[in-house]
Every structure is written in structure tokens, then in C-alpha cells.
């Protein structure tokens, strides 16, 4: 007499291995190792050289800027500061993409506006640097050992891709 694995199951209870039904043959299923999920980085950590001084004295140099979007480079073109001098578009533009400076609850393009012109050349090219996502960099090869390398080839000026 043999003794049934399912002994005491209720019912719906799987039946042991050499009790359940016949199945059909397995298919083998070619599946292609499944790649990580990549993840866009839209946020990235700055520090200015020198730093933006508020009303108080209090200087702010640690910040964060995030990827702009077409909307921020097309809102500042109605901006009649821009209309009227189109060099104060990069101030606006940038005022709309630094989501934090600092200790400051807000940055607008007046805080921008009041930087130092050093960091203001920074913010610039960082602006550039992270919105091109390599586009400003080529592979090169040395012309002396022809060993490979990447120069900066720089870029237009900000708010024109």
C-alpha cells in the first residue's frame, strides 16, 4: 500500500509530483539576458567658483541644476528683457533650470542676474555641458603615439542647441 503525499489536504490541495496530470512538453524559449534599467540622470551638483552673496552677507557656492526642457528655452524668448537684449537670456534661462543654491528658498534670474561674472561664465558652460550629453566631446588620436583621447570642442551660445 503506498501512502499519498496528499494526505490530510483539503481540496485545490496540488497533488504530489507522481499524482498530478501529464504535461506537455516543455518548449525551450530563447530569452536574452535581461539588461538593466536605465535610469536618466536630469539633476546634477555644482559648485561656483566664487559664490553668489545674498542681502545678508551669506555666500552660496553648492547648488544643483536640472536638464532644461524645450518650454525653458522657448519661455524666455517672449521675456521682454530678452526682447529687448537678447545676452539676458541666458540669465533667465538659467534662473529657470537652478533648483537649488545654497540656503536660498528661491533662485530666479534676479539672483542669477546678481552673480559674479566668473560665475556666471560657469553656470554657462556647465548649462551646456550637461544639456549637450556629449555632444561637445570628440574622440581624437594623438598625432605623435596615436593614442586615443576626448577633446572639448565648446559650444553655441546658451538657449541655442
Not at 518650454?71 to 540669465?91: G, K
Not at 593614442?147 to 538657449?159: A, D, H, Q, T
Given at each position: 500500500?503506498?501512502?499519498?503525499?496528499?494526505?490530510?489536504?483539503?481540496?485545490?490541495?496540488?497533488?504530489?509530483?507522481?499524482?498530478?496530470?501529464?504535461q506537455?512538453?516543455?518548449?525551450?524559449?530563447?530569452?536574452?539576458?535581461?539588461?538593466?534599467?536605465?535610469?536618466?540622470?536630469?539633476?546634477?551638483?555644482?559648485?561656483?567658483?566664487?559664490?553668489?552673496?545674498?542681502?545678508?552677507?551669506?555666500?552660496?557656492?553648492?547648488?544643483?541644476?536640472?536638464?532644461?526642457?524645450a518650454?525653458?528655452?522657448?519661455?524666455?524668448?517672449?521675456?521682454?528683457?530678452?526682447?529687448?537684449?537678447?545676452?539676458?537670456?541666458?540669465?533667465?534661462?538659467?534662473?529657470?533650470?537652478?533648483?537649488?543654491?545654497?540656503?536660498?528658498?528661491?533662485?530666479?534670474?534676479?539672483?542669477?542676474?546678481?552673480?559674479?561674472?566668473s560665475?556666471?561664465?560657469?553656470?554657462?558652460?556647465?548649462?551646456?555641458?550637461?544639456?549637450?550629453?556629449?555632444?561637445?566631446?570628440?574622440?581624437?588620436?594623438?598625432?605623435?603615439?596615436?593614442?586615443?583621447?576626448?577633446?572639448?570642442?565648446?559650444?553655441?551660445?546658451?538657449?541655442?542647441?
Amino acid at each position: 500500500m503506498r501512502r499519498s503525499a496528499v494526505r490530510g489536504a483539503g481540496v485545490g490541495a496540488p497533488l504530489a509530483p507522481e499524482e498530478s496530470a501529464p504535461q506537455a512538453p516543455r518548449q525551450q524559449v530563447d530569452r536574452q539576458p535581461e539588461s538593466p534599467v536605465e535610469v536618466l540622470r536630469t539633476e546634477f551638483p555644482f559648485q561656483l567658483p566664487r559664490g553668489y552673496v545674498d542681502e545678508q552677507g551669506t555666500v552660496h557656492r553648492d547648488g544643483v541644476m536640472r536638464l532644461s526642457t524645450a518650454r525653458d528655452e522657448l519661455i524666455p524668448l517672449r521675456d521682454v528683457r530678452v526682447q529687448e537684449n537678447p545676452a539676458f537670456l541666458s540669465v533667465v534661462l538659467l534662473g529657470r533650470v537652478i533648483t537649488r543654491l545654497g540656503t536660498l528658498a528661491f533662485v530666479h534670474d534676479g539672483v542669477v542676474e546678481n552673480m559674479f561674472a566668473s560665475d556666471l561664465a560657469f553656470l554657462q558652460d556647465f548649462y551646456r555641458q550637461i544639456n549637450a550629453e556629449g555632444h561637445t566631446r570628440a574622440a581624437v588620436n594623438c598625432p605623435h603615439c596615436s593614442e586615443p583621447f576626448e577633446v572639448e570642442l565648446g559650444g553655441s551660445r546658451l538657449g541655442e542647441s
